[in-house]
C-alpha cells in the first residue's frame, strides 16, 4: 500500500509534520522529485529540524528511507543533513539512494546563481539550489545518474561533454571562470566514495516492498501550483510535484497506490514569486506572518519572510483536484486564534466577471478575490486533541473550508508538534 503526501497550493503547507506523523505507521518513506531546495519542518522528541533532502521518516529508525530516482540528489547537503541528524541525537537512519537518481553537479548550483544574477529584477526567485539548471540538464540528456560516477570513463566522457557547453555559458554570458575538468572528477569521485554505502537498486527493492504489503509513504516537495505543467508556469518549479508524478519519480508500481493525502494552511503562504491572490500587506500580513508556522513565517531554505494571505478556496480546491486527493491534513489552525472575523477567499473576480475555478496564469495575474468573513473564535485551540472539543466557530471554519474544497478534512492540525493533531 502506498500513500503519498502532497502540497495543496504553494508549498510550505506543514507536509513534514504530516509525514513524520505517518511515518510512525510506513515501512518506507521516500521522496520522489525537487531536490534540496525546499525544507520541511519538523518538530520532535530530538530538537526542531529543517529537513531539504532526507526523507522525514529518518526519525523513526525502523523506517527505510529512500531516495528515488525523480530527486535532484545533491550529494553534499545529503550527506550533511544526515550528519547533522545523527549529531542531534538521532538514531543512525536506514538510507537507501538510488543509483538512478541524476547528480545535482556544482556548476548547477553556480549557474543557478548566475543566472538569477543575470536576470536582476526579472529573476524568478530561485532559491539557488541548482535546481532549473539541474532538471534543464536531465532533459537536455547531459546531466549524471548516481551509478554513472563509478565508472572512470563513462564520468571523463559525460563531464567533457558537459563542460564543453557550460564552459562556453561561464565565459561568454556570465564573464566567470572556467570549470576545471580534472578538479571536477576528483571532486564527484570522492562524492561518490562517500555515498557508495547507500546506493542500490531502489526500484526493485520497491517493488518486491509492494509485493510484501509494506506500508510505503511517498513525500511530496513544494505544491500543485509550483507544477510546471498544472501550476503557475513559469514561477514554478522544475519537477512535478504532484502524486501522479509519485510512482514515476518513487519507482513504484502504479497498482500499489492508494490514498493521496494533500495538505494545506487554513490561511495561504507562498515563498517566491508569482500571483498569489489572496496575499496581505502590511501590519495584517506582519499579525499573521509572526503568528504563522512554530516560528513566523519564514522559509525553511531561504529564511525568507514568506508571503501570507487569507485561505484561498479555489486554488485550494484545484490544488486538491490536481492531486486527486482522497482525503486533506489542514495545519495551522491554531494561528488564526487572534481574529474577530476570518476572511475566506470563495471565488476570484476577473475583468468584473466572478470565477470560482482555477484559471490560466495571464488571467491569474488580473484575479481579485471575493471573501466571505467567517467568525473567528478567539482563544487558543493549541492542545486540543478531539474535534467535538474546538470552539463551535474553529469547527464551523474547518467544516466551511471542507465544503469549498471539496475533499474531506481527516487531520486538523493544530500546533507544530508531531502530537498536536486532530483526526477526524
Ligand atoms: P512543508 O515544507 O510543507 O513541510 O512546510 P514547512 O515546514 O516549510 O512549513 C510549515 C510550518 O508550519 C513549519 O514551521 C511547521 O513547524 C509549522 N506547522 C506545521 N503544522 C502546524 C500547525 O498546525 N500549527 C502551527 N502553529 N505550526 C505548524
Sequence with gaps: MVRTIVGANWGDEGKGKITDMLAGESDIVVRFQGGANAGHTIINDYGRFALHLLPSGVFNPSVVNVIGPGVALDIEALLSELEGVVQAGVPTPQLLVSERAQVMMPYHVQLDCYEEERLGAHSFGSTKSGIAPFYGDKYQKIGLQLCQLYY????????????????????????????????????????AERIRPYVCDTNRYLHEACKAGKRILLEGQLGTLRDPDHGIYPMTTSSSPLAGYGPV????????????????????????????????????AQALRIRGGDKGEFGAKTGRPRRVGWFDAV??????????????????????????????????????????????????????????????????????????????????????????????????????????????
Excluded at 164 to 188: C, F, G, V
Excluded at 259 to 279: L, N, Q, R
Excluded at 341 to 357: F, L, S, T
Design 152 to 191: 572512470p570513463d563513462v564520468l571523463r566522457e559525460k563531464l567533457e561533454h558537459a563542460l564543453s557547453i557550460k564552459n562556453a555559458l561561464m565565459e561568454h554570458l556570465y564573464h566567470k571562470p572556467p570549470i576545471d575538468l580534472e578538479a571536477l572528477i576528483t571532486h564527484m569521485t570522492g562524492l
Design 315 to 424: 486554488a485550494t480546491r484545484y490544488g486538491c483536484m490536481m492531486q486527486g486527493a482522497t482525503y486533506v491534513a489542514l495545519t495551522n489552525l491554531d494561528v488564526l486564534g487572534y481574529l474577530e472575523q476570518i476572511p475566506v477567499c470563495v471565488a476570484y473576480e476577473i475583468d468584473g466577471e466572478r470565477i470560482e475555478h482555477f484559471p490560466v496564469t495571464p488571467l491569474l495575474e488580473r484575479a481579485k478575490p471575493v471573501y466571505e468573513a467567517l467568525p473567528g473564535w478567539m482563544c487558543d485551540t493549541r492542545g486540543i486533541k478531539r474535534f467535538e472539543d474546538l470552539p463551535e466557530n474553529a469547527r464551523r471554519y474547518v467544516e466551511t473550508l471542507e465544503k469549498l474544497i471539496g475533499v474531506p478534512v481527516r487531520f486538523v492540525s493544530n500546533g507544530p508538534r508531531r502530537d498536536e493533531i486532530i483526526v477526524r
Design 249 to 284: 519519480g518513487a519507482g513504484v508500481p502504479l497498482w500499489a497506490m492508494s490514498d493521496v493525502i494533500a495538505v494545506t494552511k487554513a490561511y495561504s503562504s507562498c515563498v517566491g514569486s508569482g500571483p498569489f491572490t489572496t496575499e496581505l500587506f502590511g501590519e495584517e
